[in-house]
């Protein structure tokens, strides 16, 4: 099982790359990027190209609606040359309060725009003449003088791995008939064939033999040590901002997820909380077992009963937010444990 990270798109770049520059001599495998809305992904994954020299480097996510599918094949080539071959492009259709609230794009379609861009996408960076006619996109446009174009730049790779975050069986179902990769979230390996085994063998059923195997991302915070349970409140408002905060009532992806994680009631008042201003009580409402269930926090014992626990549920890249006072030296040891 190989072994990521995750940077948010807030912070100080600088610090990240050093940050990231000591996990890779750790043995990390792959840094993912963020960006919602707050410093752009692409930036900073071009600046940990130049920083580091082993490390995979992706981006997670890139939403298919503020950018069109020709600039993100020209952002996978570009990144793709810059880091000599370890780009990663992680899409997704994100939701309404990003793509509306801050794009004023209309969130509309995301399933078939999802993959017309995955097509598109990957005919530019086969440098093939780009020529699609979809729902969603018509390239080149109707009626103008434009004609079809190839990529004018030559990547060192005919194809960037394209990996999809996704979390509804419909969205998991694409991701795993025609990308490279899945990056869910708030994953619970004890509920993910529960939750998305159905989605996963009708999208493998109708994958190509071109294709290789599906890689699954998953992961979360980890600490290892006889006294740590405290690092998981640490995590309480960032589960109460996604399970209550995004997206209004009836319209939250991440407060679905855990309702079909069996947390029904606690899904609802989390959110009712939440909406109403009452973050710090939002919080406390997380349930302690979700907590448990989606990260990595006890004795190392434990801790490696956790790595086993996402391998056996198919996940293939641990993702992983380390704890502790020697965050490399923490890397290290989840290296030698997830291998």
């Known amino acids: 099982m190989r072994l990521s990270t995750m940077l948010t798109s807030g912070g100080d770049p600088r610090a990240a790359a050093e940050q990231v520059a000591a996990f890779e001599a750790a043995g990390l495998d792959t840094v993912w990027v963020a960006e919602g809305y707050g410093f752009d992904s692409p930036t900073l994954m071009g600046y940990l190209a130049a920083r580091t020299s082993t490390v995979e480097i992706g981006s997670a996510i890139l939403n298919v609606y503020s950018r069109t599918p020709a600039l993100l094949a020209q952002t996978a080539a570009g990144l793709d040359s810059v880091s000599g071959g370890r780009a990663v492009i992680g899409l997704g259709a994100s939701g309404p309060q990003v793509v509306e609230g801050w794009h004023g794009v209309p969130h509309a379609r995301p399933l078939g725009r999802t993959k017309e861009v995955v097509e598109i996408m990957r005919a530019a960076l ?69 939750v998305w085994g159905d989605a ?60 079909r994680y069996g947390y029904e009631d606690e ?54 937010t380390p704890v502790g006072d020697d965050a490399p030296e923490l890397v290290r040891r989840l290296k030698e444990w997830s291998t």
Do not use: C
């Open 126 to 194: 086969r440098r093939e003449p780009v020529e699609h006619d979809g729902p969603s996109f018509r390239v080149p446009l109707p009626g103008s003088p434009g004609r079809p174009l190839k990529l004018m730049s030559r990547p060192p790779r005919p194809s960037v791995p394209i990996y999809l975050a996704a979390l509804g069986p419909k969205s998991v179902e694409g991701a795993a008939s025609y990308a490279d990769g899945w990056l869910p979230f708030l994953y619970s390996p004890e509920d993910a064939a529960q």
């Open 200 to 259: 996963l063998a009708a999208g493998a059923a109708a994958r190509s033999a071109d294709l290789a195997p599906l890689e699954i991302v998953a992961g979360g915070v980890v600490a290892v040590g006889e006294d740590v349970k405290g690092v998981l409140d640490l995590v309480r408002p960032m589960f109460a901002r996604y399970i209550g905060g995004m997206g209004g009532r009836g319209t939250n992806f991440y407060n679905d997820l855990v309702r």
């Open 267 to 320: 899904a609802r008042r989390i959110q009712e909380l939440y909406l109403d201003g009452k973050k710090r009580e939002a919080e406390a409402a997380v349930p302690l077992e979700l907590l448990e269930r989606v990260n990595l926090v006890g004795p190392a014992s434990y801790v490696k009963e956790r790595i086993e626990a996402f391998r056996e549920s198919g996940v293939t890249n641990l993702q992983v």
